[in-house]
């Protein structure tokens, strides 16, 4: 099946920046949609961004919208969330998702992989 491994979590002042990593194995990494969603303390599991396996089209939550870009590398099996003017309410544990159609808002992926804590103090 499918295994996700997340990275590039960390602590961080408000305005910085940081990347994450996901990379995925056990399927060819173009046949499948991969994005991210993140769950805060005392908060239901929101996501954040998405992108296809073809095209590639992209989906973002209107609050990160503007600040955060989801990407892709083939090569490497690899999705990345770069995330610009980071926020205090962005303070979540990252997790990367999968699914064999999309990954978007109200859709519950096929996968998950552990995540990855972000903190943004004030």
């Known amino acids: 099946q499918v295994q996700l491994v997340e990275s590039g979590g960390g602590l961080v002042q408000a305005g910085d920046s940081l990347r994450l990593s996901c990379t995925a194995s056990?399927?060819?990494?173009?046949?499948?949609?991969m994005g991210w969603f993140r769950q805060a303390p005392g908060k239901e599991r929101e996501f954040v961004a998405g992108?296809?396996?073809?095209?590639?089209?992209?989906y973002y939550a209107d609050s990160v919208k503007g600040r955060f870009t989801i990407s892709r590398d083939n090569a490497k099996n690899t999705v990345y969330l770069q995330m610009n003017s980071l926020k205090p309410e962005d303070t979540a544990v990252y997790y990367c998702?999968?699914?064999?159609?999309?990954?978007?808002?109200?859709?519950?992926?096929?996968?998950w992989g552990q995540g990855t804590q972000v903190t943004v103090s004030s």
């Open positions: 992108i296809s396996r073809s095209s590639p089209s992209t």
């Open positions: 998702a999968l699914d064999f159609f999309s990954v978007t808002a109200g859709r519950k992926p096929d996968y």
């Open positions: 056990g399927r060819t990494f173009s046949n499948y949609a």
